[in-house]
């Protein structure tokens, strides 16, 4: 059997590739990179903890049954994260609702004292900010946390979203537009 | 928005986030300091940079738990045999390994109550398969519990779906 204790860095392509050859390992190693991801992605669409959790453990479980059908046409990252948003929705069209969430119930928040342009940010301010990004519509909101939380690019947000990279990207700007209002009228 | 700022805007997620090279970073930079719109934007991105969301404790343990044994049950090992079950969450091997007799008994008993039902003569109705065959089947095929009938026998308990298949067997 292949085993995977080969680095830290180890593409995703290469653990996959292990894990078909039925690497536990790998498997792991998968979860370890991509769980947080999985469950961010899962929070911005049923905006519940304990859903987001359900939907992020589902998601890869279905990714990890059809494994064998992944071509490596996108990276893993965007294809367990389309799998997870679709279990998502899945979940809140099971449950016929969407709980509103303040951001206490969201999870931890890690705080991060860290410097913007001339001061440093009060992590009240920055726990505010990530209140508000969950008022936007889903689009706009995951338009954003994909993009900055997890560095994905235009075209790969759209894959996960359901949109064009264009789409993707306006999705983004208004976002950011609209967060911004916001912040400055409350 | 200038095509300058276009294509700077498109950067701030990563400047903001930590992830830009250190020569993208200050030609980015340099643009901030002369561009209100760009740095409203990125002050709004380093707040959000600063307040990361984060997984429960535990998930990934959880995760790595559910997978392991659907791995395992797709080699045909015995997923039980180390199952470490995540706490308060059937894992979706371990339940459709287990129910996935019961669920084809069952389902099969459940499409033929339906089509019973459907296909008797009733005093006051013709049955309409076509109606059926637009509307009502692909509505109980398009959960994801892959079988037809899983709409009308999700609501069971494990009690009563037992209770169904000794039914069935007799």
Redesign the interface.
Known sequence: MTDSRDGPDTPDEILVDQ?KA?S?VA??RL??RH??TA??VA?GIVRD?ELA??A???G???A??ALDRFRGDARFRTWLLTIVGNEAR?QVRKRGRRREST?DD?????????A??DGV?V?D??????RL?EELPEKQRLA?QL???E?LS?REVGEVIGSSEGAA?VNY?HG??R??EM?WKS | MSERCATIQDQLPDLAAGRLGEAARAGVEVHLRGCAACSEAFETLSLLAAAPVEAPAGLEERIQAAVRSESAAARGADPLADARPSPGRTRLGQRRRWMAPAWGLAAAAAVALLMGRTLLPSADSEPDLLAMADGELPVLLEDDAMVAGALVLDGLSDDDLALLLEELER
């Open positions: 894990a039925g536990e498997l792991n979860v370890s769980h947080q469950y961010r929070l903890p959790a359900d992020a453990q589902d890869f479980l279905k990890i049954q899945g951001l969201a999870g931890p928040v890690a705080d991060r004292a860290v913007v342009d940010v992590a301010e920055a726990r505010r900010a990530r990004l954003v993009r900055l939380d560095g235009f990207r700007h950011i537009k967060l911004r912040m």
